[in-house]
């Protein structure tokens, strides 16, 4: 019974993988097939033209470099705000914790248009322009409540009597948090960071609404969708793709390395 249940379970596995990557290897085979419509049957021959035509997309690029802008953006302010309001959340209790938490989280559960056109209509009444400031904030709104959850439950490991020692020897609130908390914090803020930036590259619904004449790639992405989608969006897609992948695999070799150094500065001051 065990052997079938693990089998089964392998089975599961590979199936699941099968779905989730199949339809990735079928996009990046679209970006090299020399087909105006993006789709690798049937098999026309390899080519580049598609990354080509995509470097020569001045509309492509401009939405990428928008993109990419309002990304960082959120993530400079996403981080900032859901850190302050995590470490204010873990000090109170009671209500107080209840309805902060409620108002902080409540902006993940309205629907992405809601968002957009309210942060549309609030600014409007101050004569504000929509543009890529207002996507950025509108982006924030939800985006930081991300990073606050992540801050929250990090925050549950932290050893609230190293802070109280520390204070107990001298050193100021702002030199724990720096030397003490914010150490503790950092995997928290580095996996709030990346899931802020790229829910920003992914978000549709409420740049749509702020962003003005701007477009952003998600924008672009639709727009080409009504006109006529072509393989430059599948080559575009590779390059993200082969990004992230380098990236995971810089960050875990970082992650080893520092892994390994810790393992050897502890064998050398046990010794």
């Given at each position: 019974?065990?052997?079938?249940?693990?089998?089964?379970?392998?089975?599961?596995?590979?199936?699941?993988?099968?779905?989730?990557?199949?339809?990735?290897?079928?996009?990046?085979?679209?970006a090299f097939?020399?087909?105006?419509?993006?789709?690798?049957?049937?098999?026309?021959?390899?080519?580049?033209?598609?990354?080509?035509?995509?470097?020569?997309?001045?509309?492509?690029?401009n939405?990428?470099?928008?993109?990419?802008f309002?990304?960082?953006?959120?993530?400079?302010?996403?981080?900032p705000?859901?850190?302050?309001?995590?470490?204010?959340?873990?000090?109170?209790?009671?209500?107080?914790?209840t309805?902060?938490?409620?108002m902080?989280?409540?902006?993940?559960?309205i629907p992405?248009?809601?968002?957009?056109?309210?942060?549309?209509?609030?600014?409007?009444?101050?004569?504000?322009?929509?543009?890529?400031?207002?996507?950025?904030?509108?982006?924030?709104s939800?985006?930081?409540?991300?990073?606050?959850?992540?801050?929250?439950?990090?925050?549950?490991?932290?050893?609230?009597?190293?802070?109280?020692?520390?204070?107990?020897?001298?050193?100021?609130?702002?030199?724990?948090?720096?030397?003490?908390?914010?150490?503790?914090?950092?995997p928290?803020?580095g996996a709030?960071?990346?899931?802020?930036f790229f829910?920003?590259?992914?978000?549709?619904?409420?740049?749509?609404?702020?962003?003005g004449?701007?477009?952003?790639l998600?924008?672009?992405?639709?727009?080409?969708?009504?006109?006529?989608?072509?393989?430059?969006?599948?080559?575009?897609?590779?390059?993200?793709i082969?990004?992230?992948?380098?990236?995971?695999?810089l960050?875990?070799?970082r992650r080893?390395?520092?892994?390994?150094?810790?393992?050897?500065?502890?064998?050398?001051?046990?010794?």
């Amino acid at each position: 019974m065990t052997q079938k249940s693990d089998w089964l379970f392998r089975l599961y596995l590979w199936l699941f993988l099968a779905y989730m990557l199949l339809p990735l290897v079928i996009m990046g085979g679209a970006a090299f097939n020399d087909s105006r419509f993006p789709s690798v049957y049937p098999w026309q021959g390899f080519t580049w033209t598609w990354f080509i035509e995509l470097w020569n997309d001045a509309r492509l690029l401009n939405a990428f470099r928008n993109t990419i802008f309002v990304a960082v953006a959120v993530v400079a302010l996403s981080v900032p705000i859901g850190t302050a309001a995590a470490i204010l959340l873990n000090s109170v209790a009671g209500v107080a914790r209840t309805a902060l938490y409620g108002m902080m989280v409540a902006p993940i559960l309205i629907p992405g248009a809601v968002i957009g056109i309210s942060t549309l209509l609030f600014w409007n009444t101050v004569s504000v322009a929509p543009g890529l400031h207002l996507s950025v904030l509108g982006q924030v709104s939800y985006i930081s409540a991300f990073v606050m959850l992540l801050v929250l439950a990090r925050l549950q490991s932290f050893d609230r009597s190293l802070e109280e020692a520390a204070l107990d020897l001298g050193a100021s609130h702002a030199q724990v948090v720096r030397r003490i908390l914010l150490p503790h914090l950092y995997p928290a803020l580095g996996a709030g960071a990346a899931i802020a930036f790229f829910q920003s590259i992914e978000n549709f619904n409420v740049t749509l609404f702020t962003r003005g004449p701007y477009d952003t790639l998600t924008v672009y992405v639709f727009s080409k969708v009504r006109s006529g989608i072509t393989p430059t969006i599948n080559a575009l897609a590779v390059i993200l793709i082969a990004v992230t992948i380098i990236a995971i695999i810089l960050v875990e070799l970082r992650r080893r390395r520092a892994e390994r150094t810790s393992i050897r500065t502890a064998a050398v001051t046990q010794t």
